[in-house]
């Protein structure tokens, strides 16, 4: 049976990693868990699920939208029986890259701790801070993109 993969921008990006699809993976959205999943059949593996969050210029506050999907992926992330998310972190390019380095450990850890707060052992959560080196959105040095911003989760 074939899926089709969705993308919401109303409520960030709820979307299955491409790399899955072009090397023959299973096409999922993060709406539909996969096929046998209730049966603990895994013939996706849980690293096809992939879940974003954003986060308002030079802040690691996390808003009303963001803590809906932070709270969607941990019941995936339930659902499909992976044993560790990892959260980075990332940010744009308006400000000296060191400073975006920690900024986006900050975003990882604060994202991290409502993980937490919802349930996950803080243990089968990973943090990294790439900084701005992974930009969604490729930018000059010094400006201000939104989806730079971000956390991006993987199963694992």
């Not at 049966?39 to 992939?50: E, L």
């Not at 506050?61 to 972190?89: H, K, P, Q, Y």
């Not at 308006?94 to 991290?112: F, H, I, Q, T």
């Not at 930009?135 to 956390?151: E, L, S």
Request: glycine fraction near 10%; charge should be neutral.
């Amino acid at each position: 049976m074939e899926r089709t993969m969705t993308m919401s921008a109303a409520r960030g990006i709820c979307s299955l990693a491409l790399i899955g699809q072009l090397l023959g993976g299973c096409a999922q959205t993060a709406d539909i868990p996969p096929a046998g999943a209730e049966n603990g059949d895994q013939s996706c593996c849980p690293a096809d699920y992939s879940y974003m969050v954003f986060f308002d210029w030079n802040s690691t506050a996390i808003n009303d939208e963001s803590r809906g999907i932070i709270a969607d992926a941990v019941t995936m992330f339930r659902a499909i029986g992976a044993s560790t998310i990892v959260l980075s972190g990332h940010a744009d390019r308006s400000g000296p890259a060191g400073y975006n380095l920690v900024l986006s450990r900050k975003r990882a850890e604060a994202v991290k701790a409502l993980v937490t707060a919802l349930g996950i052992a803080a243990g089968r959560v990973v943090t990294i801070g790439k900084g701005e080196r992974w930009p969604q959105v490729p930018t000059q040095d010094g400006v201000r993109d939104p989806q730079n911003r971000r956390v991006e989760f993987v199963f694992e």
